[in-house]
Structures are given as structure tokens and as C-alpha cells.
């Protein structure tokens, strides 16, 4: 079950206005391209170039929080406060549950990940998968930003076998991070 209707609003009207600050100042964008324009007319890798703008440079957020620090509710500051928490990195997409999917990352720590608006089974086809992703907090949860890379790897026999094992011994001890 993905986040609620309010919830995936909140967080991309949150993210998305970020995302198109940071397309300004990095001139991936023409300075008066509104924001309406960002959202609707630009393809998803320019999206995707500005979170990994946004991700290589400390001082935006703290820029565009400074600059729209009037505009922005309590909720929507402390979803951009937890951008500063973020775990980016490879990922094993490790099962796919009713309302969340296991990431498990390259250290071996299991997170409960929520999906934003798409359940992850209707993105992808086969787990455990591995992927390049960010995870955050969102109201003592975890979700990605919306954005994941698969990489076109098999998982062998023996990786599958560990990971499995894994699982169930971070599930007895209480040890999936729900939160960051």
C-alpha cells in the first residue's frame, strides 16, 4: 500500500519545488521557467539531474530553506530536514510486502521501505533485485525519493541463500529499521 493520497502530496509538493530550485541554480533550467512548466513539461531525467545536483551540494538545502523559510509548513520543514538523514547508495530490493518492500543495503542493515504512490510490485518485476536509491525519513517511516536505478545483475545461488538467512535473523531480532 503506497503512502495515503494526503501523504505523496505532501511529500511532492514538498520535493518537487526543491527539485526545480535546485534545476535554477545549477542552469539546468532557464531561471523563468515556472514551476508549473518543471513539473509538467520536463522529462524525468532532468529530474532526476537536479536530485543529484541537490544530493552533491550541501548549501541548497539550506539555501532554498532559508529563502522560502515563511512559506513552507511545520510538516513540510521536517521532510526537508530529512533530507539530511538520507541513505543514497546500492540497494538489494530484497522482498516485496502489501505495503513496503526490504531494502537491504550494502552492510548488510534490513529497512522497511514504503512506496510513494505505485506499489513496488508494479515497478518491478523480480526480487531481490539490486538498485541504486535514496531512502528518508517521512513522519517515522521510510520511503524513497521516487527515484531507482536497476542494475542488470543476477543474483547467484549462494548470495540468494545469505540474504535469505539474513532476513530471517534481522526479522526474529526485531532488526528491520523502519525509521532513520
Given at each position: 500500500?503506497?503512502?495515503?493520497?494526503?501523504?505523496?502530496?505532501?511529500?511532492?509538493?514538498?520535493?518537487?519545488?526543491?527539485?526545480?530550485?535546485?534545476?535554477?541554480?545549477?542552469?539546468?533550467?532557464?531561471?523563468?521557467?515556472?514551476?508549473?512548466?518543471?513539473?509538467?513539461?520536463?522529462?524525468?531525467?532532468?529530474?532526476?539531474?537536479?536530485?543529484?545536483?541537490?544530493?552533491?551540494?550541501?548549501?541548497?538545502?539550506?539555501?532554498?530553506?532559508?529563502?522560502?523559510?515563511?512559506?513552507?509548513?511545520?510538516?513540510q520543514k521536517a521532510i526537508l530536514s530529512g533530507i539530511n538523514k538520507r541513505i543514497s547508495g546500492k540497494f538489494i530490493i530484497?522482498?516485496?510486502?502489501?505495503?513496503?518492500?526490504?531494502?537491504?543495503d550494502m552492510n548488510n542493515i534490513f529497512y522497511s521501505v514504503h512506496d510513494l504512490s505505485d506499489p513496488f510490485d508494479s515497478m518491478i518485476e523480480d526480487v531481490p533485485c539490486l538498485v541504486e536509491a535514496t531512502i528518508l525519513p517521512f513522519q517515522k517511516r521510510i520511503i524513497y525519493d521516487g527515484f531507482t536505478q536497476p542494475y542488470g545483475v543476477t543474483l547467484g545461488p549462494n548470495l540468494l541463500k545469505s540474504y535469505?538467512?539474513?532476513?530471517?535473523?534481522?526479522?526474529?531480532?526485531?532488526?528491520?529499521?523502519?525509521?532513520?
Open positions: 500500500m503506497p503512502l495515503s493520497e494526503f501523504d505523496y502530496h505532501l511529500f511532492m509538493d514538498t520535493f518537487l519545488p526543491l527539485l526545480h530550485f535546485t534545476a535554477i541554480r545549477h542552469g539546468l533550467i532557464d531561471p523563468k521557467t515556472s514551476f508549473i512548466s518543471f513539473v509538467k513539461n520536463r522529462d524525468f531525467k532532468l529530474k532526476f539531474e537536479c536530485r543529484q545536483k541537490l544530493y552533491q551540494d550541501p548549501d541548497l538545502l539550506k539555501g532554498y530553506m532559508d529563502k522560502n523559510s515563511s512559506h513552507l509548513s511545520i510538516d530484497y522482498k516485496l510486502l502489501s505495503n513496503r518492500a526490504i531494502f537491504v535469505r538467512e539474513n532476513y530471517k535473523a534481522a526479522k526474529e531480532k526485531g532488526q528491520i529499521r523502519t525509521e532513520l
